[in-house]
């Protein structure tokens, strides 16, 4: 059967059933339902920080799936991996695409109802308000499905789109995204841009849109690489694209792209995790809204540690296969959460000085979101901030090892980004690249500390330690004789 939401969260809940919780009450849409699984977060109750399935949000007859992107392993085990290897895993099924399967609207679940016309009303959507200054109701987790207008290529990625009436959503799209090359290109033309808003599938579907790939288009044979099996897709409604067959709902419509047809847009909580980009936006006439007979609506949690590890994982994946493909000594990398995506570690064994900064400007190249990265030797692990910021204190001189790029295209969304005038609000950065990797051979630095491996590899602690007795007393007997 072919893979889709519904599938992997039979396989989620089969691998720990504790991965997912349900709430059966009424729950307000605004804040409730964030509210509650903000709490469950550090709640030792929750261990995993499991998905919440919430039946019933008011003023919605479909339930509220929220989380389910809210760890690595979870994540992880969609692509039939866990944490330590996902990495390499990912990158490797994003670098093996698969052609997608067109399908007939019969044939596809996302076909059973379709609504047009009148009966077009995005409100009775359960989409909800998560944060507190945030605008009102955001779709947060909709795959944007767009036709590069050169090309003819389908384009996929995620932005935020907020509820501005029963037959209208905002379309704030990033400056440095294929999307926003798509739509400037139409806007070059005068021509209307088609989009297919897309929510609820196998976590394929999401982590494939945001994935950093080469050129423009190519999203949804990625999303069949890292199903391992070729995306069921179907022809839409209203417009001339193709979406994945088996979604939950399907939002079509068209995005005049006149520079004076916008509606002003936000506040709404980013991923830096700060309210940003608040102004006029084009946005979405909805010409149909299709889904399944009971479909799920797929929420992702903004500015919370859904919206960081969601995003998370695709870039580690298309950064670590396509770095290599310039350096191919690098071994892994890792954007760590509170790096918001813009601070990336690498490692790699290096042969040449000189090679980190290569491997540095080939990651900038593929993420314009990069903004600090770090380089480290092989044999330090870039999941542990500890041990990269040893290798950084230890390994790295400034007046050497530091370079400063300014005035180059990054994170619109973070707040100190700048314009072309410094003191206007844009969307560049100043770029750093960290070498603190030790001198390349011949070159000599002092080995690390360790201890012996062979003696490692032979000793077993759970052999020879044990519990320590509350029957004993420390102050009426000598430690010799405890036991």
Same mark, same amino acid.
């Given at each position: 059967?072919?893979?889709?939401?519904?599938?992997?969260?039979?396989?989620?809940?089969?691998?720990?059933?504790?991965?997912?919780?349900?709430?059966?009450?009424?729950?307000?849409?605004?804040?409730?339902?964030?509210?509650?699984?903000?709490?469950?977060?550090?709640?030792?109750?929750?261990?995993?920080?499991?998905?919440?399935?919430?039946?019933?949000?008011?003023?919605?007859?479909?339930?509220?799936?929220?989380?389910?992107?809210?760890?690595?392993?979870?994540?992880?085990?969609?692509?039939?991996?866990?944490?330590?290897?996902?990495?390499?895993?990912?990158?490797?099924?994003?670098?093996?695409?698969?052609?997608?399967?067109?399908?007939?609207?019969?044939?596809?679940?996302?076909?059973?109802?379709?609504?047009?016309?009148?009966?077009?009303?995005?409100?009775?959507?359960?989409?909800?308000?998560?944060?507190?200054? #945030?605008?009102?109701?955001?779709?947060?987790?909709?795959?944007?499905?767009?036709?590069?207008?050169?090309?003819?290529?389908?384009?996929?990625?995620?932005?935020?789109?907020?509820?501005?009436?029963?037959?209208?959503?905002?379309?704030?799209?990033?400056?440095?995204?294929? !999307?926003?090359?798509?739509?400037?290109?139409?806007?070059?033309?005068?021509?209307?841009?088609?989009?297919?808003?897309?929510?609820?599938?196998?976590?394929?579907?999401?982590?494939?849109?945001?994935?950093?790939?080469?050129?423009?288009?190519?999203?949804?044979?990625?999303?069949?690489?890292?199903?391992?099996?070729?995306?069921?897709?179907?022809?839409?409604?209203?417009? #001339?694209?193709?979406?994945?067959?088996?979604?939950?709902?399907?939002?079509?419509?068209?995005?005049?792209?006149?520079?004076?047809?916008?509606?002003?847009?936000?506040?709404?909580?980013?991923?830096?995790?700060?309210?940003?980009?608040?102004?006029?936006?084009?946005?979405?006439?909805?010409?149909?809204?299709?889904?399944?007979?009971?479909?799920?609506?797929?929420?992702?949690?903004?500015?919370?540690?859904?919206?960081?590890?969601?995003?998370?994982?695709?870039?580690?994946?298309?950064?670590?296969?396509?770095?290599?493909?310039?350096?191919?000594?690098?071994?892994?990398?890792?954007?760590?959460?509170?790096?918001?995506?813009?601070?990336?570690?690498?490692?790699?064994?290096?042969?040449?000085?000189?090679?980190?900064?290569?491997?540095?400007?080939?990651?900038?190249?593929?993420?314009?979101?990069?903004?600090?990265?770090?380089?480290?030797?092989?044999?330090?692990?870039?999941?542990?901030?500890?041990?990269?910021?040893?290798?950084?204190? !230890?390994?790295?001189?400034?007046?050497?090892?530091?370079?400063?790029?300014?005035?180059?295209?990054?994170?619109?969304?973070?707040?100190?980004?700048?314009?072309?005038?410094?003191?206007?609000?844009?969307?560049?950065?100043?770029?750093?690249?960290? #070498?603190?990797?030790?001198?390349?051979?011949?070159?000599?630095?002092?080995?690390?500390?360790?201890?012996?491996?062979?003696?490692?590899?032979?000793?077993?602690?759970?052999?020879?330690?044990?519990?320590?007795?509350?029957? !004993?007393?420390?102050?009426? #007997?000598?430690?010799?004789?405890?036991?």
């Amino acid at each position: 059967m072919a893979q889709d939401l519904r599938t992997y969260l039979d396989e989620l809940v089969k691998h720990d059933p504790g991965q997912l919780k349900i709430v059966e009450d009424v729950i307000d849409p605004e804040f409730e339902s964030a509210a509650i699984v903000h709490k469950m977060e550090k709640d030792p109750q929750y261990p995993g920080f499991p998905a919440v399935l919430f039946k019933n949000i008011k003023g919605s007859k479909i339930p509220l799936l929220l989380n389910l992107h809210g760890t690595f392993e979870r994540v992880a085990l969609s692509i039939g991996s866990d944490v330590k290897g996902m990495v390499p895993e990912y990158a490797k099924r994003e670098g093996s695409p698969i052609p997608t399967t067109l399908v007939k609207s019969d044939k596809a679940p996302v076909h059973e109802v379709v609504l047009t016309g009148d009966d077009i009303d995005a409100t009775k959507l359960p989409s909800i308000v998560h944060q507190e200054l #945030d605008a009102g109701r955001y779709i947060t987790s909709a795959a944007a499905i767009s036709r590069d207008p050169d090309s003819g290529r389908l384009n996929a990625g995620i932005f935020r789109h907020q509820i501005q009436g029963p037959k209208q959503v905002g379309f704030m799209t990033n400056p440095a995204h294929h !999307t926003s090359y798509i739509l400037r290109n139409y806007r070059d033309q005068g021509r209307k841009m088609e989009v297919a808003l897309v929510i609820g599938h196998h976590p394929a579907m999401l982590m494939g849109a945001v994935s950093k790939l080469p050129g423009i288009g190519g999203e949804l044979e990625v999303m069949g690489g890292l199903l391992g099996e070729s995306l069921e897709v179907v022809q839409c409604k209203t417009v #001339d694209l193709q979406v994945p067959a088996r979604a939950e709902i399907v939002i079509e419509g068209i995005v005049d792209t006149d520079p004076e047809k916008v509606q002003n847009e936000g506040p709404f909580g980013e991923y830096p995790l700060y309210y940003t980009r608040l102004g006029p936006m084009p946005f979405l006439q909805i010409t149909a809204i299709t889904m399944r007979r009971q479909p799920i609506y797929v929420d992702v949690f903004n500015a919370h540690r859904e919206h960081l590890v969601l995003g998370a994982l695709p870039r580690m994946g298309g950064i670590y296969r396509r770095v290599r493909e310039s350096i191919p000594t690098v071994t892994a990398v890792n954007l760590p959460l509170m790096g918001i995506r813009s601070t990336l570690f690498i490692a790699m064994k290096k042969r040449v000085d000189g090679e980190p900064k290569i491997a540095a400007s080939a990651a900038f190249a593929v993420d314009p979101i990069l903004k600090h990265i770090f380089i480290v030797d092989d044999d330090i692990d870039v999941f542990d901030n500890d041990q990269v910021m040893w290798a950084f204190t !230890t390994r790295f001189q400034g007046d050497r090892d530091l370079i400063v790029m300014p005035n180059f295209l990054g994170g619109h969304l973070n707040p100190v980004s700048y314009g072309f005038h410094r003191e206007e609000k844009g969307p560049m950065e100043t770029k750093m690249i960290l #070498d603190c990797t030790r001198p390349a051979p011949p070159a000599t630095f002092p080995p690390a500390c360790r201890i012996p491996p062979d003696v490692l590899e032979r000793v077993q602690p759970s052999k020879v330690v044990v519990d320590y007795s509350s029957k !004993t007393s420390l102050v009426n #007997d000598p430690i010799v004789n405890l036991g």
